[in-house]
């Protein structure tokens, strides 16, 4: 698609769209849910230090064109961009937030490639489920280990590789409102 027929396209409403350097065009839902999730994944991060290497939708470099812009990623405070983007080697914990189209991606597709490429921690931050799942021990399959934990039973510290930790307040993350009728 070239840049001028992108720019009379009419993509639908309520969509984010994400142009790949491969040509791909990327159409994922927006949710208040999914917002405000990744909004409270990130308020978690600041315990982290006000300029720890902490990236929300920026593509990140894989192998064999494999990119992600991950919804949450931590970095080593050590990592430096290769060119317009960082590593996957630079990754310490990457967390995609549950979307109701992207349930197989996050649970399925996305364990099996994070932890391909050896990304030490994986979450699948759920809030359907109310639940968040935490992949540890990467293979070239997945992850070995995958615990999950509800939402709502305090606060969950993660060790990153670098020895710092990650503590995901499982209090404050939000819960999908329910659906009212129409006005």
Known sequence: MSVEAIMRTEFPEGYTVFFGADGKVIMTPRSLEHSSTIRSLQIDTLALG????????????????????PDL???REEAQKQGKRYSFEDVLLIAEV????SARKDYDD??????RYGIPVYLVVDPYAAEVVVHT?????????AHTHRYGTGK????????????????????????????
Not at 110 to 115: E, F, L, Q, V
Not at 140 to 145: E, P, Q, R, S, V
């Open 98 to 101: 549950v979307s109701v189209s």
């Open 110 to 115: 996305c364990t099996a490639k994070y932890g």
């Open 137 to 145: 021990q990467p293979t070239g399959t997945g992850y070995i280990a």
């Open 50 to 69: 006000r300029h720890a290497k902490v990236t929300s939708d920026v593509y990140l470099d894989f192998p064999a064109d494999e990119n992600s812009a």
């Open 73 to 75: 990623a931590i970095l």
């Open 156 to 183: 969950l510290p993660v060790d990153l590789a670098d020895g710092r930790t990650f503590t995901l307040d499982l209090d404050e993350l939000p819960r999908p409102e329910p659906e009212t009728g129409a006005r």
